[in-house]
């Protein structure tokens, strides 16, 4: 079980005091907020071998910055997006690891693909030169029951086992935040996505 620490709107400082205690995966949902935090890093803390998740939604014009500086993206959702993503990622840098996004409460306000539409996207991302699939992210319906939180966290491992029996690669379930911690884990999570636990409520304010 890996523990992604989300640091958005977040201070330096904050990410700093984690790193000092250990930790070393962070996330980030914006794409300006989280580079300028990966270049401070790099220049004034470089002794820090820190891996870099971006994990909000992907727009066609920001995935240079996200291809050139962040180790993961957790929110690839279409093809197009995986193309640019392998495009802008250059030979001299490791491949990107992605996971594809998967919207399990069919939510239109929620990112991802359907489930019928993953092994598809799955296939065109395998056959990209500069990224690696390595799983499944999903951000389902928030609901307050064990229960319900349960049988949607079940049904993306199914699809996660059956991604993974295609492709060896594939190792990495991300699902579970703060609210569904314990149903994700229960579920057969690899990784969840703690902000508020760690660093507490979060600021918005610039």
Do not use: C
Not at 138 to 160: C, G, R, T
Not at 185 to 200: H, N, Y
Request: no cysteine; glycine share 6%.
């Amino acid at each position: 079980m890996q523990l992604l620490a989300v640091s958005k709107t977040k201070p330096n400082q904050a990410i700093l005091d984690a790193l000092e205690a250990g930790h070393r995966q962070f996330g980030e949902n914006y794409v300006q907020e989280g580079v300028e935090k990966i270049q401070y890093f790099q220049e004034h803390h470089s002794q820090f071998d820190i891996e870099w998740h971006f994990i909000g939604p992907i727009q066609s014009n920001k995935t240079k910055p996200i291809a050139e500086n962040f180790d993961w993206v957790h929110s690839v959702e279409r093809a197009k997006i995986a193309k640019r993503l392998s495009d802008q990622r250059g030979e001299d840098k490791e491949p990107l690891q992605v996971l594809i996004q998967v919207n399990t409460s069919a939510e239109e306000s929620k990112s991802g693909v359907n489930e019928q539409e993953v092994l598809e996207l799955a296939k065109s991302i395998s056959e990209l030169p500069n990224i690696t699939l390595r799983g499944l992210m999903s951000i389902p319906a928030s609901v307050q029951d064990y229960q319900q939180q349960l049988e949607a966290f079940n049904e993306l491992k199914a699809l996660f086992e059956q991604l993974k029996s295609q492709y060896p690669q594939v190792d990495t379930l991300s699902m579970g935040m703060s609210g569904d911690m314990q149903a994700a884990v229960e579920a057969g999570s690899t990784m969840v996505r703690i902000g508020t636990a760690i660093f507490g409520a979060r600021d918005y304010k610039k």
